[in-house]
């Protein structure tokens, strides 16, 4: 109930990257940086008790500072935050470089097979 209510009060309910709407696995709140004391997930034991007890002490600093976090899809986080190979552990110039190069990149766009169109349709 903590995730969703923040979700909902300081995210529009929906992923930052994804625009996936909140769902009660799967998502995360992303620092966007660290200050000096701040609660830290690594501070606190696995499983579903460590994980209530940090989202109780994040809880007020999402409320003083909603500007320092997103709600990110588990997937995207581990996209930018991975120890070894998170797009934001890259050096910036490598990191800009990538950036530019996935921007200048065109791909074709999906052809949907008609026979299976009906499936698609929202």
Do not use: S
């Amino acid at each position: 109930m903590i995730m969703q209510d923040m979700a909902v009060r300081f995210f529009d309910n929906q992923c930052f990257v994804t625009h996936d709407k909140f769902k009660k696995r799967g998502f995360v709140i992303h620092h966007l940086w660290y200050v000096e004391n701040d609660v830290r997930r690594e501070n606190y034991p696995n499983g579903e008790k460590g994980r209530l007890q940090y989202l109780i002490d994040l809880r007020p600093m999402v409320e003083q500072m909603p500007f320092r976090f997103m709600l990110l899809k588990n997937g995207i986080h581990t996209r930018i935050d991975h120890p070894r190979n998170g797009l934001a552990r890259m050096k910036k110039e490598n990191q800009t470089r990538l950036f530019i190069a996935v921007i200048m990149t065109k791909k074709p766009e999906r052809i949907i097979k008609k026979k299976h169109y009906k499936r698609y349709r929202k």
